[in-house]
């Protein structure tokens, strides 16, 4: 069978299964956001369609922890479901959440960040949803909100629209007032502040010892780059495994793709999270992975020694915005900020898979990448979402391809560069601001490696050019 057709009865059997049975979909959103992290693999929006067809059906049978699951893979993936999915996904959210916290068919304190995490990363907050996420997590005990539930709630106050979870909550059979209160909301110009306001707004604000702590968990796990992709899923993940192994005996779906999960492995698995050395440990073991040489790292580099080179100050996988928000590479003078497209994994044979988005898990390197590290520091959902949040706040963010493999001379990376540097000098003109001290110093620090007489014309496509004269291309 070949290669295509074996991919398609692969995800035929899948979305099959998911119609039988939805636990099979959460499943796949337990595990693929870790996938998109290490491969750079993500399901076509064909594919996730259509298992969202198969689920809907059945969603009112997944209990709690697999509802939050599930909305939490379909955000960290970065998909948006249909109209009707995402309002029964509301619903849904809305209906546990009235139970009392540790009432049985309630959600966990962390489970409940969760689904408030990815609910704001899909734009679906609404003032209810919004005010019976924070009552629900404001009486939860205190020491039942770990890092990893602090983290999620900080990041769902900072990927959600204030104004729009602001509004007071309608009563029964009014209106809300809805596209009013952009005017009487004003954002504030730290977004650390714009967070604060967020989790002390509503009709059940969170008090202010809860909003500090959550603050305290997010900057000291921000100190390490990747945190809010590798470092926090991980850890997700290895929480979810003492749930998931509870249910190893009563659902036939789980059993198949958890064979190897063990009482023992569970044991190890408790006694990380609760030993703060061992969690140190792991974290360290992450960031060690996540530093580890690949095509991800070494690009980076490239284009970080590109800059440098042209003479622009700039940061590298460092948090901008009141220290909030980690891009790949950040020209905070002229709030520029560029997301390195993640290459899929290599394929068996050694040739490169299909595309990062939807490439066929079949040709996926297993043993390759986990040695090689991640290929990404945020999954796509999580991109998605810091993409809207500094657009917002008035940076240009671009998404940059840079094959390090095959880009060749100095001249041609700083040429690739100065492209994308002059689209968002564009951009920032279009929005009213000064781009002329930009195009300046891209000017300057081009003319000084390629000489005054071998840059200036412009294409017909608005692309900077070389003159011909004065010998060969720099390399």
Known sequence: MSGGKQAGATQAFYLQAMAEDPRVAVVMAFALPSLSLSFGYT??????????????????????WEVAVLVWGAARLGFSPGPSLLGQLQ???????????????????????????????????????????????????????????????????????????????????????????DAVVPRMRSAADEVR??????????????????????????????????????????QLLVTIHQELGASVAYQPFFTDLKLLDLQHVRQLLADPYLLAKFKGDIADKRA????????????????????????????????????????????????????????????????SSGSRLSTLDAEGTMLSGYVANETPGTQQAKLRMLAERGWVVLQLSWPVDSIRGEAEKRRLLLEQLDRAGQQQLMRGRVSSMLHGAMRQAEESKLGGGRYGDRGSAGQYITRGGGGGAQR
């Open 197 to 238: 306001a967020t989790l002390a707004a509503g009709s059940c604000p969170l008090p202010l010892p809860l909003i500090d702590r959550c603050e305290q968990a997010y900057r000291a796990a921000s100190r390490q780059a990747g945190f809010d992709g590798p470092y926090l899923v991980e850890l997700t993940m290895l």
């Open 91 to 181: 619903r849904r959210v809305a209906a546990i959440l009235q139970a009392e916290p540790g009432a049985p068919g309630a959600f966990t304190p962390q489970e409940a960040c969760m689904a408030a995490w990815a609910l704001s990363v899909l734009q679906a907050q609404t003032p209810e949803l919004w005010a019976a996420e924070m009552g629900f997590v404001a009486a939860c005990p205190p020491d039942s909100l770990d890092e990893v539930a602090l983290i999620h709630l900080w990041q769902a106050a900072m990927f959600t629209n204030r104004p729009a979870v602001t509004q007071a909550v309608p009563p029964a059979g009014g209106t809300s007032g809805s596209g009013s209160t």
């Open 43 to 64: 399901p076509s929006r064909a594919d996730m369609e259509a298992a969202g067809q198969a689920v809907e059906p059945h969603l009112a049978a997944l209990r709690p």
């Open 292 to 355: 580890r040489s690949n095509r991800f790292v070494r690009a980076l580099e490239d284009v970080s020694r590109t800059l440098r080179g042209m003479g622009l100050h700039h940061v590298v996988q460092a948090p901008v915005e009141d220290g909030l928000v980690h891009v790949d590479v950040a020209l905070p003078d002229y709030k520029i900020a560029f997301f390195l497209q993640p290459h899929a994994g290599q394929a068996p044979g050694g040739s490169p898979s299909s595309s």
